[in-house]
């Protein structure tokens, strides 16, 4: 005779009930509109996105398996899912796609508030497209960053600055670079603004 202990756990060790083992990407699975004017092509290593706006290339790795299950519409997948890396780096993939599409057609915009733009005396030397920000941030003289060659700047209202370009992650680290130089800080609002940023006023605790 089995003891009640151990069919219990015999039962429990030969459970019949599915257990879910699949692990799938879910940004990963998405797939990528593609189109008209834009031209992928694709190599062992890598993949050229070709626009109106010029192109750029992502980076593939050799376990990334695109395809074309209709026109203009691209999806990606891995070879083995359960596979931590494969499976990180596919979403991340589909991301960098997406964005050099979106790069290459339209490409990407950020609004900061507060700022002067002006032109800069060096000209376009060091890589700079000939702008500066001039920025005014509470310290004895003006902070002066000049703006990368790579990113265009114009002027929509006398408060707002709009940055463009078609690659959204130098976009983001030039922008990142600028909030740097004065965060807004949360008693006065005080501070470099990106985007639709808000933050939260806190009141002076008084004594």
Request: aromatic share 6%; hydrophobic share 35%; glycine share 8%.
């Amino acid at each position: 005779m089995i003891p009640r202990a151990a069919l219990s756990k015999t039962l429990r060790h030969f459970s019949l009930s599915a257990r879910a083992c699949v692990h799938i990407s879910h940004i990963g699975k998405t797939p990528i509109p593609i189109p008209p004017n834009v031209t992928i092509t694709q190599s062992q290593t890598s993949l050229e996105v070709k626009g109106p706006l010029g192109s750029t290339s992502v980076p593939l790795e050799s376990y990334m398996k695109l395809a074309y299950p209709q026109e203009n519409v691209l999806t990606i997948a891995v070879e083995d899912a359960e596979v931590k890396k494969q499976r990180s780096m596919w979403g991340l993939t589909r991301t960098l796609i997406n964005n050099a599409v979106v790069g290459m057609t339209e490409g990407f915009t950020v609004p900061i508030y507060l700022l002067q733009l002006e032109d800069d005396p060096r000209g376009m030397t060091n890589g700079g497209n000939g702008q500066r920000l001039n920025m005014k941030l509470g310290h004895s003289h003006n902070v002066y960053v000049p703006i990368p060659a790579h990113i265009k700047a114009t002027v929509p209202s006398p408060t707002k600055i709009t940055l463009f370009c078609t690659d959204k992650h130098l976009l983001g680290l030039f922008a990142a670079r600028i909030r740097k130089w004065r965060p807004p800080e949360p008693y006065k609002g005080k501070g470099v603004f990106i985007g639709n940023e808000q933050i939260r006023i806190k009141s002076v605790k008084k004594k």
